[in-house]
Structure formats: structure tokens, C-alpha cells
């Protein structure tokens, strides 16, 4: 899709075009990806971090944070749940944490493997290209690394003391280390516009990459954002939308954050305008409301296998199933049919 194409869209929020959109991304995900929905467990292992992004609550400024970070024994433990519930991917997640040291984060890669037939996907932020290549010599096979915004100067204003070029060069080089890459963008941030949302699809289009999570901006008070409005549900679900149509095989998760944006877990509208990939917290219970990003995060006092439960009925509720494989980046798997 041209740039001028996706911003006609953004625009345009009459009802009959608006189903007219979600139908023709509907129609590029059942081609692409069937009816299947992916699961990633994923576990939030330290909400430590460095960094001072003026939309999350886990910022280095939030002094109101119970922060911590989990044991080795407690990630095997929640991944062996994972394992458990049939879910053949795992995203250890964290914030910009430097006492995560790249040995210890490869020797647990190297357990989960040793233990589970499972995918692990990796986001812990920026680091040197050798940690990057530290794990994914220990087995790690994807990385999640979002742009939030492919606007440098907006992004220059969202993350004081970040460098826009560095966020390239690490993508570059966890491409260049052999993961599979993800990336995504927030929609609704403060001074953002149409073109920049626009931009932001481009720029997935653009680099090809194998998981685009997009979610919408939720204030969190502890942030210099704190009292900004939301992202627009209808807005963010276009991009997803948009995205399905302009980049066809990358995998799009129905974010949690569109689940918990509003009274109702707008995930099921994402499902039905492209999305195809869900993401079950498997956090050990009692840490899961301390990795506050935003406020307000959906099932956080629910166990992990209640939400696997949630999703098969979400799924079949609009005529889709669970698909309990690894799901592989799909230009991943064409390349190695060649
Ligand atoms: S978005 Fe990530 S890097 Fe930024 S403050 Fe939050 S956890 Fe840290």
C-alpha cells in the first residue's frame, strides 16, 4: 500500500468503509496465515530498568514501582506451565535491566531448551550486538525490539537519554545474528499524527520484519504522560488492519493492551481485522500486577491455564480455532522449503 492509501484510511472512520477494511485484512490473514490463532506465553521476568520512557510505568522514575526480578528456578518454573498448557513459545521479557548479565540469560535459553521443545523469543531491550549473539547461540530463535514510533523526532521526545539510530542498529543486528525479528508501535502518543501512524506501517512494510505488535497508548500516572487521553480503540485497530494488508505473513498479535484499554477486550476486533497471534501471561501470579506498564492490564489475578481456557473460547467464538504450533516467522519457513 502507498503511504497516501494507508493515511486515506486512517482517516476515513465511515462505518462502511471501516468494514470494508477489516474485511479485505480478514481476507489477507485467512490466505496467509489460515484460521488459527497463535499463542506466546509470555513471562515478565525484571522490572527493572534503566531507561526513562515518558509512556511506561516501569521508567527508572517511578519510585512508586515494587520492583523485582525472577530466579532462574521461577522462569524454568512458569515456563515449565507454558510447556504445560501445550504452548510451544516463550517471550521472557524484561525492562533495560544491566544486572541481567548475557551469561546468565543464555544459561537459562540453554535450560528451556534443554528441558522444552519450545521457541524462545527474547525482549530485553537495547544491548551490544555480542549479547545479542550470546543468546541466540544458547538457542534463542526470535527477538522483540518495538520502535513505538518510526518518527525520530517524535521519538527523540518520548525517550530522553535514547538514540533513535541505536534502536535501528540493534534491530539490524539481531537480524543480522539469525532471529526471527519483532518490532511494533503504540498508537494514540502525545503529538502523534495520522502521517506518523501511516509512517510507522511503512516502515514495518519496509523492513520485512516477522512480528508487528501494535497497541494503544494507555497513560500511565506515574509518567510525565500520566495525564495525556488514550490511544483511539478504532484507530489502533485500522493500523493492525493496515498492517495485515501492507506486510501479508507477519505475525500480528491481538496486544494485551487492546484487551485492557476499555471495559470491553477489544483483542476480538484485532482478531477480526488480522491479527492472528494472542499472548497468555504466564508471570508468576504474584508478580504479575508489579510489571506495570500501564494500569489497568487485563487477567493479572487470573491464573495463567484460566486464560488459555479464555482464549479457546475467544477463538471459537468467531469461528477460528487455537493452533498449538510454534509458529515459525512464515518467511522463516518458505525459505527453508527452498
Ligand atoms: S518502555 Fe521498556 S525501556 Fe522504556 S522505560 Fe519501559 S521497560 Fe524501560
Known sequence: MKKSEIIDYLKDDHPSSLTELYARADGVRKEYMGDGILLRGIVEFSSFCKNTC????????????DRFRLTKEQILESVGRIAGARIKTVVLQSGEDDEISAGWLAAVVKDIKARYDMAITLSV???PRADYQCWRDAGADRYLLKIETANPALYAALHPQMDFNNRLRCLEDVRACGYQVGCGAIVGLKDQTIDDIAGDIVFFSENNFDMIGIGPFIPHAATV??????????????AVALTRIATGTAHLPATTALGSVGEKDYRIDALKAGANVLMPNFTPKAFKKRYEIYPGKRCVDEDSEHCVGCMQALAASIG?????SRGDALKTIVSVLR
Open 225 to 238: 504522560l500520566g495525564g495525556e487521553q488514550k490511544g483511539g480503540v478504532a484507530l489502533t485497530i485500522k
Open 125 to 127: 531491550g537495547e544491548r
Open 320 to 324: 477460528r480455532h487455537i493452533d498449538y
Open 54 to 65: 515518558s509512556y511506561c510505568g516501569l521508567n527508572k522514575n517511578n519510585t512508586h514501582l
